[in-house]
């Protein structure tokens, strides 16, 4: 299946295009992991976050390291619980994304947030990340769209062979590969969508100041990419699908 026909399978992008197949996504990344493993297990053995990050720990050179981390407390349970449920309600075409199996820790560092490719479905969270309900309920949309989009990038990755690292996000973070820079525009734009719903809801949470920040994030990002040379095909496809949604954006996010 083709980068092209993969898109068309799966209807588009998580938390992008509203009918986007997040079933369709996890079997073919099911797939993926078992020619992989090469053994012959359930389809649904390989969604499981442990055994997809063992996977890729055995299979892949140079695979991370978890970082430090804790069990999450009863109150941040309680917390994320919440989050979740105020997500599915506000943006209900994201339910089935808030339902994929991850595992979530608490970092021992400073460090707000964090995932990895490389280790897939397991997210990071730090103690800042529980500074109010809103902060909450962006990061899990960021890391959130960081683990989806990353299940797309194991079937076709988004970058080149030997891609440079040169790249700078527009947070002025460097040392960033094109795929890096990928996901950032992926998180943006989801987190651009979050609270464009959170502010037509009238929510006294709304926060149009991060609104704008996060859209102007995520432009930038789009020019960066738009500038790239190292993106593959699908990384280019995904590009011209966020080039297009940039365009709707614009006018719904002045009218916030």
Not at 11 to 39: C, E, H, Y
Not at 74 to 83: G, I, K, P, S, V
Not at 159 to 169: C, G
Request: charged share 20%; net charge neutral.
């Amino acid at each position: 299946m083709s980068p092209s026909e993969i898109l068309y399978e799966i209807n588009g992008l998580p938390f992008v295009n509203p009918q986007f197949n997040s079933k369709k996504l996890l079997t073919l990344v099911a797939v993926v992991r078992k020619n992989i493993d090469g053994g012959d297990l359930p389809l649904t053995t390989y969604l499981r976050p442990d055994f997809a990050t063992t996977l890729y720990n055995r299979h892949v050179k140079g695979a991370p390291m978890f970082p430090s981390y804790q069990a999450l407390g009863n109150a941040e349970r309680a917390m994320l619980a919440e989050a979740k449920s105020n997500l599915k309600s506000l943006l209900p075409e994201w339910s089935k994304l808030f339902d994929l199996q991850i595992k979530i820790h608490k970092l021992s560092s400073q460090q707000v947030s964090l995932t990895n490719p490389l280790l897939p479905q397991q997210m990071f969270l730090g103690e800042a990340a529980f500074t109010s309900m809103t902060d909450l309920e962006e990061l899990l949309v960021h890391e959130l769209s960081h683990i989806w989009s990353s299940l797309i990038a194991e079937i076709y990755d988004f970058q080149i062979k030997d891609s440079s690292n040169n790249y700078i996000l527009p947070s002025g973070t460097g040392g960033k590969n094109p795929r890096g820079v990928l996901l950032a525009c992926l998180f943006a734009v989801s987190a651009v969508i979050y609270h464009q719903r959170l502010l037509a809801s009238r929510s006294i949470r709304a926060r149009p100041e991060r609104l704008d920040f996060l859209h102007q994030y995520f432009l930038k990002s789009l020019i960066t990419l738009q500038a790239s040379t190292e993106l593959s095909e699908i990384g280019k496809l995904i590009t011209s699908r966020l080039e297009a949604f940039a365009s709707t954006l614009t006018t719904d996010t002045n009218e916030g």
